[in-house]
């Protein structure tokens, strides 16, 4: 925005000023007023409405206007050299001169040594008012003499019919002072921007901010501050200690050095810093700062999830999960009122019965949901690295380690939810130190000494009972009572196998449409082949054979009913199981007792056959331990 000037003056100083400023080059707006004192009020509406950035007038109107604008107003310099080149003008027409100037011009030299020197018949005219001044060259008049000064005394020279000589040398005059103007201007906005930019900082910030003087008077406040401390009004001027009560007082001002201090103030934690005020090497106020610890924890935990957590979200939902049995909606219910609280969960299902969707449809149902959510398969890990993963290290904590060290998963969990699965796996070493993390919830780092506090939410999932590992020796009884406190155990497949018909459908119309709409008419036979099948595997089995069965199938030729269910029965593998399960013969005994300790025997040793003897496999499907197993296995006499 260009520089704008407004330049005001009587009617024939106008005239010329007209005139010399038309040639001034267009980096600057000027503006001509023809006015002269009160003449000049009606004209201020029109510079402040046009945002005129300086007044040029001569003193007179100076002397009133200051009074009553903001704008910025500087006079047309009088200086020795246009009085001295004045009265060499005057002296072609009289010896005889008077100098008219107002009460408030300043006379830097004294002039009376030129009456001698030159022979002149010299004399100042001073006035208040316009109407004094024409009264004292009227009385000049008789003399007839020649009279220096503004164009006021001038044009009552004119009227007298007396000789008038210019004060001041109009064109260079007008000219410096605009000069002048341009610089104050230049000046002045480069002051006005650096404080428009530090009002901006200043009340940008989230740290409260409160400067004080020698007195203890507040100075400065920002937005911050008082809303922080709960302040209304205008405080600049006030004491103080006036905003604090008497305990808050001696807390916060009477303390000379704050340092990072935790202070307690109308319920809230503040951190309180007060650094002094030093005006040559003296004290000239005190600024304290204060910030919200609440905020300060928000602002960690978003540096946290946008540098360290990110992309470890949870993406499933409860209305995700399909489902179409009443004990998965009773599951579901329930998972819903755990996620309303900070409990730790424990989870327990086989291998692909869906453990995880549940843990991440908690979290996104808690009021964590903002917050990481972190997952790690406890049995995927060798424990030594899984405990660099959940603990993180220092630097040089053993070799190969990172050399900046690195933060563990428990840590950058912080305000969200960790997900432990297949807790069951882990050693009895390890299951010690992670008791602390649930009990304390703080992580001391591989290699370190320092405590870290966390702000975590805990689900763990075991895909075998823990109460079972427990007496086995093979769980901490104090570990799993601390897991042990909400608790969800999701049914195998064989167990709810009527979700196996929206499982399918579900997944088939995900994956391919119009393989779906092809085998609508006869969806429910394929269905119950699937309905079927024992599914150790669980739902991860389920899609596994979805999957081949999509691959498989010849979408670019029609395919018969009896084709379509054949083909779903190669994709499913289970030739070998039917044979095995066909050969099932129960024997009836003479008694009772005899009778199901038989059936137990066949149906236990067809299980371990279609398992092909590998009891660890079978001990998981049939969820329980496998020193149960063996157990069982030796009762029953199967080799």
Same mark, same amino acid.
């Given at each position: 925005?260009?520089?704008?000037?407004?330049?005001?003056?009587?009617?024939?100083?106008?005239?010329?000023?007209?005139?010399?400023?038309?040639?001034?080059?267009?980096?600057?707006?000027?503006?001509?007023?023809?006015?002269?004192?009160?003449?000049?009020?009606?004209?201020?509406?029109?510079?402040?409405?046009?945002?005129?950035?300086?007044?040029?007038?001569?003193?007179?109107?100076?002397?009133?206007?200051?009074?009553?604008?903001?704008?910025?107003?500087?006079?047309?310099?009088?200086?020795?050299?246009?009085?001295?080149?004045?009265?060499?003008?005057?002296?072609?027409?009289?010896?005889?001169?008077?100098?008219?100037?107002?009460?408030?011009?300043?006379?830097?030299? /004294?002039?009376?040594?030129? $009456?001698?020197?030159?022979? %002149? !018949?010299? @004399?100042? &005219?001073? =006035? +208040?008012?316009?109407?004094?001044?024409?009264?004292?060259?009227?009385?000049?008049?008789?003399?007839?003499?020649?009279?220096?000064?503004?164009?006021?005394?001038?044009?009552?020279?004119?009227?007298?019919?007396?000789?008038?000589?210019?004060?001041?040398?109009?064109?260079?005059?007008?000219?410096?002072?605009?000069?002048?103007?341009?610089?104050?201007?230049?000046?002045?906005?480069?002051?006005?921007?650096?404080?428009?930019?530090?009002?901006?900082?200043?009340?940008?910030?989230?740290?409260?901010?409160?400067?004080?003087?020698?007195?203890?008077?507040?100075?400065?406040?920002?937005?911050?501050?008082?809303?922080?401390?709960?302040?209304?009004?205008?405080?600049?001027?006030?004491?103080?200690?006036?905003?604090?009560?008497?305990? /808050?007082?001696?807390?916060? $001002?009477?303390?000379?050095? %704050? !340092?990072? @201090?935790? &202070?307690? =103030? +109308?319920?809230?934690?503040?951190?309180?810093?007060?650094?002094?005020?030093?005006?040559?090497?003296?004290?000239?106020?005190?600024?304290?700062?204060?910030?919200?610890?609440?905020?300060?924890?928000?602002?960690?935990?978003?540096?946290?999830?946008?540098?360290?957590?990110?992309?470890?979200?949870?993406?499933?939902?409860?209305?995700?999960?399909?489902?179409?049995?009443?004990?998965?909606?009773?599951?579901?219910?329930?998972?819903?009122?755990?996620?309303?609280?900070?409990?730790?969960?424990?989870?327990?299902?086989?291998?692909?019965?869906?453990?995880?969707?549940?843990?991440?449809?908690?979290?996104?149902?808690?009021?964590?949901?903002?917050?990481?959510?972190?997952?790690?398969?406890?049995?995927?890990?060798?424990?030594?690295?899984?405990?660099?993963?959940?603990?993180?290290?220092?630097?040089?904590?053993?070799?190969?380690?990172?050399?900046?060290?690195?933060?563990?998963?428990?840590?950058?969990?912080?305000?969200?939810?960790?997900?432990?699965?297949?807790?069951?796996?882990?050693?009895?070493?390890?299951?010690?130190?992670?008791?602390?993390?649930?009990?304390?919830?703080?992580?001391?780092?591989?290699?370190?000494?320092?405590?870290?506090?966390?702000?975590?939410?805990?689900?763990?999932?075991?895909?075998?009972?823990?109460?079972?590992?427990?007496?086995?020796?093979?769980?901490?009884?104090?570990?799993?009572?601390?897991?042990?406190?909400?608790?969800?155990?999701?049914?195998?497949?064989?167990?709810?196998?009527?979700?196996?018909?929206?499982?399918?459908?579900?997944?088939?119309?995900?994956?391919?449409?119009?393989?779906?709409?092809?085998?609508?008419?006869?969806?429910?036979?394929?269905?119950?082949?699937?309905?079927?099948?024992?599914?150790?595997?669980?739902?991860?089995?389920?899609?596994?054979?979805?999957?081949?069965?999509?691959?498989?199938?010849?979408?670019?030729?029609?395919?018969?009913?009896?084709?379509?269910?054949?083909?779903?029965?190669?994709?499913?593998?289970?030739?070998?199981?039917?044979?095995?399960?066909?050969?099932?013969?129960?024997?009836?005994?003479?008694?009772?007792?005899?009778?199901?300790?038989?059936?137990?025997?066949?149906?236990?040793?067809?299980?371990?056959?279609?398992?092909?003897?590998?009891?660890?496999?079978?001990?998981?499907?049939?969820?329980?331990?496998?020193?149960?197993?063996?157990?069982?296995?030796?009762?029953?006499?199967?080799?």
């Amino acid at each position: 925005m260009k520089p704008k000037i407004a330049i005001l003056g009587y009617k024939d100083f106008i005239d010329l000023t007209k005139g010399i400023i038309k040639n001034i080059n267009n980096n600057v707006t000027i503006d001509v007023y023809q006015c002269l004192l009160e003449e000049c009020l009606e004209v201020l509406p029109i510079l402040t409405e046009e945002q005129t950035d300086i007044i040029i007038t001569g003193r007179a109107n100076q002397q009133l206007l200051k009074q009553i604008t903001d704008i910025p107003i500087i006079t047309f310099k009088i200086t020795a050299i246009d009085i001295l080149s004045a009265i060499k003008k005057a002296l072609k027409h009289s010896n005889h001169i008077a100098i008219a100037m107002a009460k408030f011009e300043e006379i830097e030299y /004294d002039y009376s040594i030129l $009456v001698d020197l030159l022979d %002149l !018949n010299f @004399e100042f &005219i001073t =006035y +208040n008012t316009q109407d004094e001044l024409e009264t004292k060259i009227k009385g000049f008049a008789s003399s007839n003499g020649t009279v220096i000064g503004t164009t006021v005394a001038v044009n009552y020279a004119k009227k007298y019919n007396l000789n008038n000589i210019l004060i001041y040398s109009l064109e260079n005059t007008i000219l410096e002072a605009i000069n002048r103007a341009i610089e104050i201007i230049d000046f002045n906005r480069k002051e006005e921007k650096k404080a428009k930019e530090f009002e901006a900082i200043f009340h940008s910030v989230s740290d409260g901010i409160l400067a004080t003087n020698e007195e203890n008077e507040i100075t400065l406040i920002n937005h911050s501050a008082s809303k922080l401390l709960s302040l209304e009004g205008n405080k600049i001027g006030k004491k103080v200690e006036s905003i604090f009560t008497k305990t /808050d007082h001696q807390n916060i $001002v009477s303390k000379k050095i %704050l !340092n990072d @201090e935790l &202070i307690e =103030y +109308n319920n809230t934690t503040f951190n309180v810093n007060r650094v002094p005020i030093m005006v040559k090497e003296s004290k000239a106020g005190n600024v304290t700062i204060f910030q919200d610890i609440t905020e300060i924890q928000k602002l960690e935990q978003k540096y946290r999830y946008e540098t360290e957590a990110k992309g470890l979200i949870a993406k499933t939902s409860f209305n995700q999960i399909i489902y179409q049995t009443p004990i998965m909606k009773k599951n579901i219910e329930k998972a819903k009122r755990y996620a309303q609280t900070d409990s730790t969960i424990l989870i327990i299902g086989e291998t692909g019965t869906g453990k995880e969707l549940f843990a991440q449809s908690i979290h996104n149902y808690s009021n964590r949901n903002n917050s990481p959510f972190v997952a790690i398969n406890c049995g995927a890990l060798p424990e030594n690295l899984l405990e660099s993963e959940l603990f993180g290290y220092e630097d040089g904590a053993f070799t190969g380690a990172n050399k900046k060290g690195k933060k563990g998963l428990f840590e950058i969990a912080h305000n969200g939810t960790i997900f432990l699965d297949e807790i069951n796996s882990v050693s009895l070493h390890f299951q010690s130190r992670l008791l602390r993390v649930l009990q304390e919830r703080e992580v001391v780092k591989i290699g370190g000494s320092k405590v870290i506090p966390v702000n975590i939410r805990v689900i763990a999932a075991a895909n075998e009972d823990l109460s079972s590992l427990v007496k086995e020796n093979k769980f901490r009884k104090d570990l799993y009572y601390r897991l042990n406190v909400l608790k969800i155990h999701i049914p195998p497949l064989r167990n709810r196998i009527d979700d196996v018909l929206p499982l399918a459908k579900q997944f088939i119309l995900d994956n391919n449409k119009s393989l779906y709409y092809s085998t609508e008419p006869f969806f429910k036979s394929l269905c119950d082949i699937l309905s079927g099948y024992h599914y150790p595997g669980n739902i991860r089995e389920l899609y596994n054979i979805l999957e081949r069965f999509i691959i498989l199938y010849p979408s670019n030729e029609e395919i018969a009913k009896e084709s379509c269910l054949q083909l779903l029965k190669e994709c499913m593998e289970i030739d070998n199981e039917s044979n095995i399960r066909s050969k099932i013969q129960i024997p009836i005994m003479e008694s009772y007792k005899d009778s199901v300790f038989e059936a137990d025997k066949v149906i236990l040793s067809t299980f371990l056959e279609m398992f092909n003897g590998n009891k660890g496999r079978l001990a998981k499907n049939l969820g329980i331990g496998r020193t149960t197993l063996y157990r069982k296995l030796k009762e029953l006499n199967i080799e």
